[in-house]
């Protein structure tokens, strides 16, 4: 009689090793479906596309600075994105930029689209004053 309940001890202790194994394998494939994407348009001030402008994507935890060079059309495409990070976004074609945006670790969405309408100038950089 012992030696039948160790052999359904015995079972059950692996059925639960592999319901736990399978389980983590389930989260750890979900990891991948949970990261983020921005996408959108830059446009000029009428609202037109601003072929060949720059949209900058910093991470705020890492500093790291992502860039993609508008097509035609005036579409962007980030992906790829930990939701556990923010972002910072904004775009720049000439003398013109957007203003930033914020892709906040708070925000639960997976797909975020953003307009990103060139309309302040640029500060100019300024050299450092010439020394004597």
Same mark, same amino acid.
């Given at each position: 009689m012992k030696l039948r309940r160790v052999g359904h001890f015995a079972v059950i202790a692996t059925l639960a090793l592999i319901t #736990? =194994? =399978?389980s983590r394998a389930a989260q750890d494939g979900g990891q991948e479906t949970r990261l983020r994407t921005v996408h959108g348009e830059a446009v000029d001030k009428q609202g037109n596309p601003a072929a060949s402008a720059v949209v900058y994507l910093e991470?705020? !935890? #890492?500093q790291e600075v992502r860039t993609y060079i508008v097509s035609s059309?005036? #579409?962007y495409h980030f992906s790829g994105l930990d939701p556990n990070v923010?972002?910072?976004l904004h775009g720049e074609k000439d003398d013109m930029m957007s203003s #930033?945006?914020?892709v906040s670790s708070y925000?639960?969405?997976r797909n975020?689209?953003?307009?990103? !309408?060139l309309i302040h100038k640029k500060a100019e950089k300024q050299s450092p004053p010439a020394r004597n």
């Open positions: #736990t =194994a =399978a991470n705020m !935890k #890492t059309d005036g #579409t923010d972002y910072q #930033t945006r914020t925000d639960s969405r975020m689209e953003f307009i990103l !309408k």
